[in-house]
């Protein structure tokens, strides 16, 4: 009888933490928008970031200052304490001599003599790619696969730049799975198109973008095989390019990258902790990552992210709030070529036998957001969607599976690790047209949709803090 | 026993009118996003109409050609006919002559004299407004509503210019609802000032965003009351004014307005048609609005709802679609100042006892879509909801009741009428940082965004097309 008891005791304990209190809640939620939408600082964060600070590569002094910057305004916001957790970082730079050029023959009507025209398309060193050490001159293969790669073999390949001329599916409505589909030939191939001797790489930039602006991103070369230099062309460029080859197959194609890499170094995540009032041992990390590509200013990735997040804290301290778990805002280093900061944030936790409940990232751009993506399991997801009517009142329609982010991963080792990772969920359907370029600007976040963003998070972080998010009944 | 075979019969025939076949229905809907996203001409259609022509207020010259290039675009994508529906529209201009300006005096420090400085607000006179006739020089007296007006009364405003200094409500997730919730004192604000002797009117632009555009809009005069001038202060322009009102409460704002109306004109609706198999006598309406305000280039207002429109025929017939149902579609003329095109329409299609099924607009802005709103009864709604699995593959998350569009409301008198009217919905937070202002121009919409609401649409008329639409079981 006693275990009985007991257990129907712990039933209702459950219950009582995951079953949201329907207007309380509702209240709270009003609350929330009202402080972001009408005092929020995230945007003038953001301006600060961008345009004081700039790009963030990791490793950099720019990336240095960005972290002294974080923890400042963190501090000002008086959360229970802010520190700098050490991580070492790689430090690549592309220098500042980088370019592509050829030259066309067009043979206009009956004339003898062709036409020859200079080409100077726009490409950028891909993240991590060697220098050419002077120029490289080479004819192009072109090809749309590693499959296409393997078939032409070393015969065709060896002595010449490979032009991998592959476009992002427009088809896949989720911009991200279309990302995903072409990641990895910007990833592997430079390294798979070296295996049969090539010079040098090309890639069409990912992106859906109709555009001239080239966009970087991690390139990662496999042991034992010789690093040969990367670099992406803009889709307007990449087009060109195969419409070019196509009349002029033996044209030349000389590359220029600057590109050099300097030994890791000692960078550190930011760290900001609100201590929980009920449940102190039990934590919920809220974060995005600090770092950035080198060219544009990382104002949607992920810049946003981190003036969200900063945003959330700021706000819950503002309405003066009490959370009953231990709530905590990273700013991440180093997502974007390595994830250093994110393993590194993992790993300290779980040297600390800290317990996470849940954690949310934002890095899928500042643009109005549209719910959450949960990597979780069956429970916590009905948990989730049993808020979805408080949630859809600020058109918070997705409360589905879903990757959460990079950063936060780590956090999750297998299936047996039982915090529950959101990722906020945005319209991104122009991303891709910012992501990893000269485009990822300030001036292409809308203050609102920003906003929106950090008051959708908040709101979920306080859901999740009143309620809980228990891995069974 | 007869009897009741029929009903059987009636039942079953309903039944499979307007319960989807999922998997053919999955195929045709991926067949239209493929044919809109790699083949799509709305984009290109959007570009000649907001560069080659450019913005198009009813009655003007401007519009006149739109109708001409309307007609031209619909009748080259060959569907049964294209005809024009003669319209009567007002035609107002704005001259090319409007201007605010007034003097502050900063009180500096110590100094005796005050500096003066002379402040010229962003304005645009509102639709519609009479002209200034020279400049009208008077103190400014600021309001928030109407109710604050009535407060003040007549021996406060008489002689003098009223501002009306209200924001959108920016809590308001639904930026169409914060818009509808200031609408009024656009509509309505310059013939309430005028009761109490104002001399001219003054309100904040409609928008949500805060910078420099003013945002023009129909006002409309009472009957009987004095015409009097009125102009949208741009954000920026409204706060500053707001402010140097506190310091400068005797300020003599100088306004002149070269609006000027011209007799109403005779204009039309293009109307195209794809004749129906199965229920010729079924027709199914999608439209937009072809004019714009005469500021920007109504690129978001309603040149997307025009492209898509087209779209939706353009893909049907490039699919080699039969539909069952009649298809219309339908570039309305004047939804801006008066609604005829719409009203036209409609009075059309019930003087020749035409049944609709359903009707489709497009009026939101070129922004990614989320789904529909819909305005029919309960089965309807029922119908529609059952297609969520087919839409919500291409992050159609939205199937709600709500408004439909101005143009096609006209269409259902009363609840009695049993059509079923949709207005695409879509992510709309920036909408009005755009709308009816210089802002809003082709730069301004995405292609892809703007392809997906074509495919949206063209995949909503399919379903309504193939499955019907009935009122009752």
């Avoid at 964060?45 to 963030?56: D, F, M, P, S, V």
């Avoid at 990597?375 to 058109?395: H, R």
Wanted: net charge neutral; with cysteine.
């Amino acid at each position: 009888m006693k275990r009985i008891f007991t257990l129907l005791l712990l039933c209702l304990s459950s219950l009582s933490r995951s079953q949201s209190n329907f207007s309380a809640d509702s209240v709270m939620l009003d609350r929330v928008y009202n402080e972001v939408l009408l005092k929020g600082e995230c945007y003038n964060n953001l301006r600060y970031l961008c345009k004081n600070i700039g790009q963030r590569l990791a490793g950099s002094e720019s990336a240095a200052k960005a972290i002294e910057w974080g923890k400042n305004t963190l501090q000002a916001y008086q959360p229970t304490n802010v520190i700098l957790m050490p991580v070492e970082v790689p430090h690549w730079s592309r220098g500042n001599n980088e370019y592509g050029k050829y030259t066309i023959a067009n043979k206009v009507g009956s004339k003898k003599k062709a036409l020859k025209t200079a080409v100077s398309p726009a490409l950028t060193a891909l993240g991590g790619s060697v220098g050419t050490n002077g120029e490289i001159t080479a004819e192009v293969v072109e090809v749309k696969s590693f499959d296409e790669l393997k078939a032409l073999g070393e015969e065709n390949i060896k002595g010449k730049i490979v032009f991998f001329n592959k476009a992002m599916d427009p088809m896949l409505i989720n911009t991200g799975a279309a990302y995903g589909g072409a990641y990895p030939i910007r990833g592997q191939g430079p390294s798979e198109a070296a295996k049969y001797g090539a010079v040098a790489c090309l890639i069409r930039s990912l992106t859906l973008a109709n555009d001239n602006y080239p966009h970087t991103g991690a390139t990662r070369y496999q042991d034992s095989i010789p690093q040969i230099p990367a670099a992406a062309l803009s889709a307007v460029a990449a087009r060109q390019l195969s419409a070019d080859l196509k009349q002029n197959p033996d044209l030349k194609f000389t590359l220029h990258l600057s590109a050099i890499a300097y030994p890791r170094t000692l960078q550190a995540n930011v760290v900001a902790e609100i201590k929980g009032s009920e449940f102190p041992n039990e934590y919920i990390t809220i974060g995005g990552h600090l770092d950035s590509w080198d060219i544009g200013e990382g104002a949607h990735d992920d810049g946003a992210g981190i003036v969200q997040s900063i945003e959330v804290l700021r706000t819950l301290l503002a309405l003066g709030y009490k959370p009953k778990h231990t709530i905590r805002v990273v700013l991440f280093i180093n997502e974007e070529f390595g994830n250093d900061g994110g393993m590194v944030y993992a790993d300290s936790c779980r040297a600390q036998n800290l317990k996470h409940i849940a954690a949310l990232e934002s890095d899928a751009g500042g643009f109005t957001p549209l719910g959450f993506n949960c990597d979780c399991n069956d429970y916590q997801l009905e948990v989730f969607q049993s808020w979805k009517p408080l949630l859809e009142k600020f058109s918070l329609y997705v409360a589905q599976r879903g990757g959460s982010g990079v950063d936060i991963g780590p956090l999750k080792k297998d299936e047996s690790d039982t915090v529950a990772l959101f990722g906020l969920k945005v319209d991104g359907q122009k991303y891709f047209d910012y992501h990893h370029s000269n485009n990822d600007v300030f001036e292409n976040v809308n203050e609102r949709e920003l906003k929106l963003g950090a008051a959708a998070m908040t709101s979920l972080i306080y859901l999740i803090d009143q309620n809980g998010m228990p891995a069974s009944k």
